[in-house]
Every structure is written in C-alpha cells, then in structure tokens.
C-alpha cells in the first residue's frame, strides 16, 4: 500500500489539468490517508504527494481541507483517522499555499479545539494538527509557532496522557522545523516562562525547552548557549516535576552530543551541572576527567552546552586548581572545535572570568590563564575575541598593582605570538618606545617591561632579530630609579639570556660587556651577574660543571671571548661600588679557581683593556681601570711594570685627551701600588712624561698629572716636585715662551693647588726677582698669582705681601708697556679675588702703601686701579676698612697733581660710594670732610683757602661720590652730622668751578631748603643758610626757580632764635636780591617788619639789616610807594631817642642806604635839611 500509494501521488502530478482521471485520485488517496489500518508511514507517504495534487484541484482542495480538519477535530474520529487526519491538513495548506491558515481561520479553530474541557480527543487533534502544519509547512509556519506556544505549554500540563504525547510530538516538529529567526523567536518567551512563579508554566517551558533538541545543528547552537543555564538555574527547583523535568531536558541535550568522547562522560557533566554547584569535589572530578581525556573527534555544540558552563563555574571558584583546571579545559576546547562559530556563544561569558583569573595573585594561575588566551588567539578570528588586545594594553598600563601588570604582560605575550610575527613587528616599535620613555610613569614602563618576561620564552626563535634592541631597552631599564621597574628588566634580562645565552652568544656579550663599565652602579651590578648567568648557560649547553669550571681552558667559547670577557670582570673586580664589587668577586671565583694562573694566561689581553679603558670618555672606566693597574702591580710588579710603562709613556705622548688622562690616572694608582725602588728605577722615564702632562692643553689632563706629582712627592721626597717646578718657572722666564706660556702657567696652578708647602717657596724664590736685563715678564706676574689657587686662605694672607708690591710695582713702573701693566694688574685682582675676610686689612695695607705714596704718581694711579677693582669686584664686607680706604682715596681723588691719579682716585671713590650704602657711609662723614678740610687749607695760615679750586672736583666730576655721603648725612643724621654735613657742602660749592657745580646746584639746593625749616639748633641752620649763600654766589642763574622758595626761607630765618641764623639770613637776603626780578614786596615786607611797634626787637633788628642789605645790593632803585614805606619804618628809629643805640645804629645805616641809592637827589636833600640836620 505504501508503494502503491506513493506511485500513485507521483504519477498524478504529470497528468495534465484536465486529465478525467485527475479527480480520482485525491479522493482515493484521502481515502487511504484516514483508513483506520493505515500504517504511519503509508500516511507520511501519502502526505507527501498531496501538495501537487492539490494545487492542480482547488476545486476539491477547500472541501478537502474542510474535511480533514472536522475528521482530525471531531471528538469520536479514530486515533490513526485522526493523526491522517492532521497530516493531511497541512499538505492540503502547503498546495493551497500559506495564505490558507488566515484565510479559513485554521488556527482560530484549532485553539478553540485546544481548548476544550471535555474531549481529551478533541485537544489531542488540535495538536495533531500543529504537528501536521508544522512538518508540510517548514519554516513557512515559523510566524505562527510563537503564537502556537501557549497551546503546547498547556498541553504539556494536560490531564489525558494522549494529550501531553501529542504535545510533545508536536513540540518536536515544530522544533525541527525552526530557522534561525524562528529560534530567536520562540526562545524568549519559553526562557521568560521558566523565570514564571507557575510550577507549570516553569514545567512547560522546560519541556519545550528540551524540545528544540530537534532544532537543525545551526539553531541548535544558537540557542544553547541560553538554553542549558536557564535550565541549570531550575535544576533544584523546590518542586519535583520541575526539577525532574529539568533534569530529563539536560539528559536529551546529553543525549545528542555527537563526540563520542564527551558521549561517555556526559552522565559526569549532568551529574555536575545538577549538584556541582553544591558539591565543589563533583565539578573537580568532570573537569579531571575532561583534561585526562584524549579527544580523536571534534567537540559539537551540544558538548558545549554542557561543558561551558562548568568551566565558567571552575574559573569562578576560590581554589587556585580549579581555577587552573578551567582555564586549561578553555584553551584545549578551541582546539577541539570543529567551527569557531560554535564557542562565539560563550566567549561573552567565558573571556570576562578568564581575564579576572589572568590577574589573579598566583603566579601559576596567571601562567595557565595566559596559555588560555594564547590558545583563544591563535584557534578563534580576532574579530570573535572582542577587546582582549586593547584590554591587555591597558592592564599593562594598570597602576593597581604589579600582578595585573605581570599577568597582562604575560597574557598579551601568548596572544600576539598566536597572531603571528607580522603583528608583533607592527607593535614593537611602540612597546619599546613605552618602555625607555623616561617621562612614562614607573608603572607604565613596569608593564612593557615586564612583557619581555615572557614573550621570548613565548616566541622562541622567532624572537631572534629583536634580541639586541629589546635587550638595549632592559639595560635602560635597570638602571631606572624605580626599583619595580629595575626588578621587571632585569628579570627580563636574565629570561633573555636563559633563552639565548648559549645559543645567540655574540648577540648578548658584548651588550653585557659595554653594562660592567657604565656609569650607573645598577647596570653594572646586573651586567656583572648576567655576564655570570650567560656563561653558566654555556657552561651547560657543553655539559660542563658549573662549579668547577676554569673558563680560560674551557673550549667552550673562542679565546678571545674569553680573554675579553675575563679581563672585563678582573677589572670590575675593582669598582668603586661595593655592590658590584662583591657581586663580580663572586662571578670571578665561579669561573676562575687559579687566579695567578688566570692572569699569566690572560695578560696581554688584559693589558689591552686597560689601556682602552684608561683612554675611554666615561670617567668611570677610567677609574676603575687604574684601580685595576694598582691592583696588577701589587700582585705582579716586576713583571707587569716592564710591558706597562712603555706603553704609558708612548701614550702620553702620542695618545688623545682621554687616553692621557687615563694613564695619568693609571700612574696614580701605579705610584701607590708599587715599591719605592721600582718607582726609582723608572723616575728617569717618568719625569719627561710627567713634564708634558703637567702642560697639556687639557685641564683633565694636567689635573691628573698633578696629582702623580702629589704622589711622587709622597712616595719620593721633594725630588720630582722641584724637578717639575723649576722646569715650568725656568720655562715662563724664557723669552719665547709667548705661544705657550699659558700652559706652563696652568701646570703650575695644578702643582701650586696639590702642593703649595712644596711649590710656593720655589715660586717666590724665582719669580720675584727681575729677569737678567732688570725687568719682568707677564708670565713672571701670572706665576706670582698662582698664589690664589692655594687651597689655605692663611698662606695667601701671610704671602700678599712678597707678591703684592712686585706687580703694584710693575705696573707703577713708568717705562713698563700697556700689555705689561695690564698683565700687573690682572695678577694682582687675581690674588686679591682670592682674599678672604681676615686678610681685608693686610690687603689694605699693601694697597693704601701705593695710594699715598708721595714719590710716585704712577704707582698712587695703579693702587687706586687696583682699589676699584677690589670695591667693584669683590662680595667681602668692606665697611670695616672705611676708615682706611676713604682717607686715603680722597687726596688722590679731589687735589692729585698727575692727572692720571686724580682720574683712578675719582674712580676708586666712585667705586666705594656705588659698593656701600649710603647708611653705612654716614658714620665717616666727618672723616670725609676732615680730608677734604686738609685739601683746601692754606700751607701757612692753616685757613680755608677760598680760592683753591679742587682739580678733581672741577674737572673729573668729584661731586659725583661725595655729595651723596653728604646728602645723607644731612637728611637723616644727628644735629651734628647735618651741621658737618651742611659745611662740608659749602666747602664743596666753594671749591668746584661754576661749570663743574652747575648739573648738582639743583640737587644740593632742595635737600637744603626742604632741611633749614625744620626745628634744628641754630649751628644747624646757620651751616645750612652759609651753603646756600655760597650757592647762590656760585649757582647764579642756574637757582632762579629755587628764588621765590630761598625768599621765603630767608625771611623765615629772620625769626629764628639764633642771632647768627637771623644776621646770616639777612645777609643771604642782600646776596638774592641781586638775581631776583621783582623786589618791591619783598623791600615793602621787610619795611612792615621793621615798622611794627609791637614786634620782638630782636626780630626787628634783624629785618631792619636785612632791609639794609638788600637796599644795598638791589640792581635798581625802588619806586616811590616803597621809598615812602622803607622812610616811614626807618626814620623813627633811626632818629628817635628811645630805640636801643645798636637799633638806632642799624636803622641809621639804612636810611643812609636809601637815601644815598633810593630816594632823588632832592628828596635826600630835603631829609637831611629837614629831619637829619
């Protein structure tokens, strides 16, 4: 029947339209399809061959699909009727097309039979049915699954056996018919019912859940990477069917895992995924059984489903082995994967918990979970592992902590090995350039490092063209000033040469050999103990003890390497660092066992090194390598002095600057280590050379020499130094020495500053006397002022006075040339810059001799040359010297005969009054003014000159330093300092020509009105009203705009309680008028004054003199109005008997003034006639 059936279908679908046996053949085959005693497959048979049919009869097609679907929903239809039934149903809509579903409201009617309360046969073919469309229309019914779902989850549930059997039949075709988006689709809301409270609704979802085991492969792992945790979340549900359910869709996802290896394990899996998570030692048990398992066949999804999970749960726990275990089952899972599609799924919950383990403080977690990554990388696309690069990026910059730095590090070194070299080339010029950034905080430059730990162990022999730059980095590294960041390279280093040491040798040796001698103590420490690790590792390669190993006669590196790398560590044997020294003691004892042995074998090589050393720019190997001579030569003096002083000799002759320099180093510790008679022996050979270094154009050089003299000196006696000093001084008093002197000069200042007991008296024996034809050299002077690099300031005090007066003479000698002199001069500022406080005075007293020295003007010029440079130059306080300087600079400065002395006395006074405050001046004004006095006195009457002008006021500018002293003196000192200091500005004025005076008169005449107003004793004013009549006689017109404000001031003196201030004020009155434009108010004031009956005699008196004066002095008659008022004051004292006589006297005189120069010849006529006679 099944073939008879299934011929019959076929046949009919190439029968034309209208063929009369077409009609037949649908009934016939509907007839079979609900025959009780059909088979199932007689039904599926015939299902198949209907769609055709039916779109080639419509016209039966909608009684048909009316038909099968009253008999499949009809409460009394037979069961395998009923399934024909169904079946039948969904072909009829696959040849109808899809639109028959909405069209005859098949599925309305097929929730409403689902729904029925009373016929369990009637929900039996609603499912049937679903079951039918389902498997005709495929992927065509997905839209109508999601809404289909609700009848299955109630089905599940249902009372009647038959039911919860068609429910699950029906679940697993629509299952299997699923696409992608239908997966999707149905997947929600079945994971949102296992999150329901209802126990059945949880118990529904589970069960159509474990439905989609039927899904196609592809949509099979799409969905369990969701399905299998949502089941594990109920697999301990409180209620037992749910949990029972659980547990039976987990078994079905078991159940078709395809690897037979996982197949056999998958009781151990559900067994862990149910009760793992209460029983730690169940999941330890799967995951051992997992990692000892070999695996010949690929991991499915399915297998995946099961085992991600766990391993997700292992990389959560506490322990580090479980955390170990998981990550291994993660790398070991990519490899087994057929498609990388299968594990994407899990990634999202798979690489957050791996990157948490990667960071975690064990070591041997982070090394698995890095291997974890590695493996990740190098079996899935980059795309698939989201931000794992940027993220180890930026855990290598973490500034929390060093183990997420290391284990980023380490992580990041498997991922970019399993991204191939290419990549690793694109991203090493910036990991190296993090890594030496010097402005890159520590953490950053720890974690770059740090990368380099594992990424040669990682790379293997890959890594071999980066060995020589990478590990250029690592030595910067150690010598960091952060120890995290010396730590991390250096541990890098020693991976480095663990990795490479024996096999790429030539690349890391000489990188070593270059560290020992560096001048940072770290980078020589690590280079000491990585140059120890490499030749371990050497040693090893050849199966050679390392304990017992005698390096020179092991063939286990070319001779020369081993030469080299030998006299390297004897050297550093020597260091300046205690660290390194112990540190290179301990690799030597490890490689040499018979040092004298070693040496004899190795000293020419030796020998070659420390020559090159002592010639290096970096002073540290200098020094070192002339440790090391000193070290050879107290071992092996008498052999090694023959082979290393010919050499040394040769090369301070012929070698550059820094090989000079280091074999003068080099003798220096030679000289200490060897014996006094070796030293004898080879002194003859010594002293030349020595000669030449001491005058070498290079400071370094001759520093160095020096102290080989030094040495000498201490070793020898005296012999060498004097040898060496007379041949410089013999050679600075030779005439030709002008191209070189200033070398033999700088010689001499370096054995002048090692050993001035010694050098200093052979100097001043020498060079303090005149050469044969009587005069000096400027040589001769400049070696005299190596006296000031003499270290003790007491020896250059104690001996200024043999060097002082030579070069003050030389330059006072009036036959020396200009080159000469100025030479003089500079030695002795030399010697005077080396002064100290205590030897102020003793410099003074050298200096002070020339200034007053009464037989010689030029040597008086050269010691106030020699003062200003000292007052300019020098940071010594000098007040304390004042009183010695300033008397003696003064004669020189303002009253000199020689012009020359009387311009370097100005500037020596200028020098002093610009380096002193003004308030530390004021103490000495009256030793100012007293010298000043002394200049202006007459020889014979032992009085004021007035005629005396002081050259060096009127013609070098000499008010320019004094009247400041003055000024302050007057502004801010005692009554009896303003009172000096008043005088002392009249004694200025008088004695400086009008042109020399004229630029200060404004500056003098201020201070002085400003002070005279102020209530000061009469002495005070007196002095002040003198200056300013003496500028008034002086200044001219050069005071008109002072003339209103003098006018006042005098008539206001005219009060004063001193008779001397009142009469001096008249007198200053006459003086005034006689440059003043308008004098009548003034005439006609003083008038008043005098007219006042009631006014203090005194006073009276002294306008009436006043008024006199300046009637007397006045350039023009006043006009009448003021004749009238001067006659009407005046006459009645004048004439009148009450009056006293000195009042009448006074007032006499001036009406005798007014009449005589004032008043008409007839109005003085008509006085006299009427009033006088």
Known sequence: RLGVAGFLGALSKHLPAGHPKLPEVLPRLLQRLMDKESSTSVQDAIVKVMPPLIKQNKEQATETLEQLLETALAPKTNEVTRRGSAMGLGATVKGLSIQAVSQHGILKRIEAAAEDKKQAAVREGALMCLEGLTLSLGRLFDPYVVSSLPLLLQAFSDSSRSVQTASKTAAKAMMSQLSGPGVKQVLKPLLEGIRDQQWRTKLGSIELLASMTSCLPKQLAACLPQVVPALCTVINDQHAKVKDAARIALEKIGSIITSPELRNIAPDLLHALTDGAQYEHITKNVLDKLLGTSFVHHIDAPSLSLVCPLVQRALKERTAEMKIKGAQIVGSMVLLIKDAKDIQPYLPLLLPQLKVTLVDPIPDVRATAAKAF???????????????????????????????????????????????????????????????????????????????VYLPVAMGQSFEPYIEEVLQVLLGGVADDTSSVRDTAFRAAQVLTKQFGSSHTARLLPAFEEGVFDVDWRLRHASVQLIGQLIEQILRAHRIPTHSAELMFCEVLPRDWRCHVLACLYIVRSDENGVVKQACAQVWKALVQNTPRTLKELLPSLMTRLIANLAATNREKQRVAARCVGDLVGKLGERVMPELMPIFMNTLSTGDEHSREGVCIGLAELINATTKQLLMDYLADLIPAIRQAIIDDVETVRNSASSVVALLHNQLGQRATVDVVSWLLTQLQEGDVEEHGHLFLNGLEKLMAKQPSTVLPIVLEQLTEPCEDGSFTKFQLQGLATLAVVPDAHTVHRHLSDVLPVMIGVAGDEEADDELIESALDAASKVMDRVEQGGVNLLFAELLGAVKDPSSASRRAMGCRLLERFFTESQLDVVSVLPLALPAVLPPALSDSDTESLACGVKALNSIVKRVKKEELAPYLSDVRSAIVQLIMDP???????????????????????????????????????????????????????????????????????????????????????????????????????????????????????????????????????????????????????????????????????????????PQATTEAALADILNAVLPRALGGMEAQREREVAAWVLAVAMRRHAPVERAIELLEDDVL
């Open 374 to 452: 590695g493996t990740l990388a190098n079996g899935l696309p980059e795309e698939m592992l989201g931000d794992v690069l940027p993220w180890l990026f930026n855990m290598l910059r973490s500034s929390e902590s060093a183990v997420e730095r290391s284990g980023a590090a380490h992580g990041l070194s498997e991922v970019l090995m399993a991204m191939g070299v290419e990549r690793i080339e694109m991203l090493l010029p910036d990991i190296l350039a993090n890594a030496r950034n010097k402005e890159a905080a520590p953490e950053i430059k720890e974690g770059y490092l740090g990368l380099f």
């Open 940 to 1114: 014979e009457t032992k009085r004021e000159d007035p005629k005396k002008l002081l050259p060096g006021l009127c013609d070098h500018n000499g008010l320019e330093p004094l009247y400041p002293i003055y000024q302050h003196g007057l502004m801010n000192g005692s009554a009896e300092q303003r009172e000096l200091a008043a005088k002392g500005l009249g004694e200025l004025v008088n004695h400086t020509s009008e042109a020399a005076l004229k630029p200060y008169v404004v500056k003098i005449t201020g201070p002085l009105i400003r002070i005279v107003g102020d209530r000061f004793p009469g002495t005070v004013k007196k002095a002040i009203v003198d200056t300013l009549k003496s500028l008034l006689l002086r200044g001219g017109v050069t005071l008109k705009p002072f003339l209103p404000q003098l006018q006042t001031t005098y008539v206001k003196c005219l009060a004063d309680p001193s008779e001397a201030v009142r009469l001096k004020a008249a007198e200053s009155l006459g003086t005034l008028v006689r440059l003043s434009a308008r004098t009548e108010p003034l005439i006609k004031e003083l008038a008043g004054g005098v007219a006042t009956p009631d006014a203090d005699p005194a006073v009276r008196h002294a306008k009436c003199t006043a008024l006199g004066e300046v009637l007397l002095n006045v």
